[in-house]
């Protein structure tokens, strides 16, 4: 059995997040607005991806990023919850290709692909020790 032989196009996440200061453009670069940052924004989507087909994976895998591409078209401030989204729109060898998205209520804020690669835990740990 392989590794994605559960993972399916059409499975889809979600993530919510209410923009704190901590996550504006103004919190890592003072001289910018208090706006949602866009790789905080890219961070849900990521999220919203690997919560899809995580309960689809064997004990041991997880999926990492490998790619993204994002277009941030609104501003959203201080306060407001923003929900992403992902759909698995194809399973490629050991990658999963997503297409997302980012709304402030029902305004789209963002959209785009993200790749999400699979990796078995300790293989990945053992590697990056040196191992």
Do not use: C, W
């Not at 200061?21 to 690997?50: C, N, Q, R, W």
């Not at 306060?79 to 992902?86: C, D, H, I, M, S």
């Not at 999963?96 to 305004?107: L, T």
């Not at 835990?121 to 990056?128: C, G, I, N, Q």
């Amino acid at each position: 059995m392989g590794v994605l032989d559960k993972v399916a196009v059409g499975m889809s996440g979600q993530e919510r997040v209410t923009v704190t200061d901590e996550l504006t453009v103004g919190h890592f670069v003072p001289t910018m607005p208090k706006v949602y940052a866009t790789p905080m924004m890219i961070l849900a989507m990521e999220t919203a991806s690997a919560s899809a087909i995580a309960p689809h994976l064997p004990p041991g895998f997880v999926s990492v990023g490998t790619e993204v591409n994002i277009r941030h078209l609104a501003a959203t401030p201080v306060g407001r919850e923003v929900r992403a989204t992902a759909k698995v729109i194809a399973v490629e060898g050991l990658s999963v290709v997503f297409e997302v998205a980012a709304f402030d209520g029902e305004r789209k804020i963002g959209d785009g692909t993200h790749r999400r690669g699979i990796v078995e835990v300790a293989r990945f740990e053992k590697r990056l020790a040196g191992g």
